[in-house]
C-alpha cells in the first residue's frame, strides 16, 4: 500500500511531532507542580533522559505515547499499514531502550512510573494523575 501523503508532506508531518512538552507531559507537569512538586526536567544525566526528575523522592517518571513506546493492547498503538517493517524494528528498538533504561535507573536506586498518553485521555486523567501522586507519597515514606 502506497503512502497516502507526498514524501515533502510526509516529511513535515514527521517533523512537527515533538519528543518533549507534549500534552500528556503538560498534564503531568502542571498537575504535580500545582500539588506542590518540584522537578526536574528531561535530565541527559540520567539513562533515557526522563521526562520529570522529582530528587526529593528519588522518583523518575517517564510519560509515553502509545504509538511511539508500543503501548501493547492500547487503541492508539496500531502499525501503520505502509513499512510495516521498519516500524515494527523502530517501535520494538524504543521498547528495548525504554526496558535498558528502566532496569539501569531502578538499579541505581530510583522509582521509576511511567505513565501512558492514552491515561491522560479526559476520561482517565484524574484517575491516572491521583495514582500517580500516590505512588510518589509511597516512594516518599520508604525513603523516610
Known amino acids: ?8 508532506i510526509r516529511s513535515y508531518n ?22 506542590g ?5 528531561h535530565d541527559k544525566k540520567l539513562p533515557g533522559s526522563p521526562d520529570i526528575v522529582l530528587p526529593k523522592y528519588k ?9 511511539w513506546h508500543g ?10 499499514k505502509t513499512r510495516t517493517q521498519w516500524w ?9 531502550n525504554d526496558e535498558l533504561n528502566i532496569n539501569k535507573l531502578t ?4 522509582k521509576v512510573i511511567s505513565v501512558w498518553e492514552c491515561e491522560l ?8 494523575l491521583l495514582s500517580l501522586t500516590e505512588s510518589i507519597k509511597i516512594n516518599a515514606r520508604i525513603l523516610s
Open 14 to 35: 514527521m517533523s512537527r511531532i515533538k519528543s518533549k512538552n507534549t500534552k500528556p507531559e503538560m498534564i503531568v507537569r502542571k498537575y504535580l507542580f500545582s500539588n
Open 107 to 110: 538499579s541505581d536506586g530510583w
Open 1 to 8: 500500500m502506497a503512502d497516502i501523503h507526498s514524501p515533502l
Open 71 to 80: 503501548h501493547s493492547g492500547c487503541r492508539y498503538f496500531v502499525i501503520p
Open 37 to 41: 512538586y518540584r522537578f526536574r526536567l
Open 88 to 96: 515494527t524494528d523502530k517501535i520494538n528498538k524504543n521498547i528495548t
Open 59 to 67: 522518583t523518575i517518571i517517564f510519560i509515553n505515547g502509545c504509538f
Open 121 to 128: 485521555k479526559s476520561s482517565a486523567a484524574e484517575a491516572t
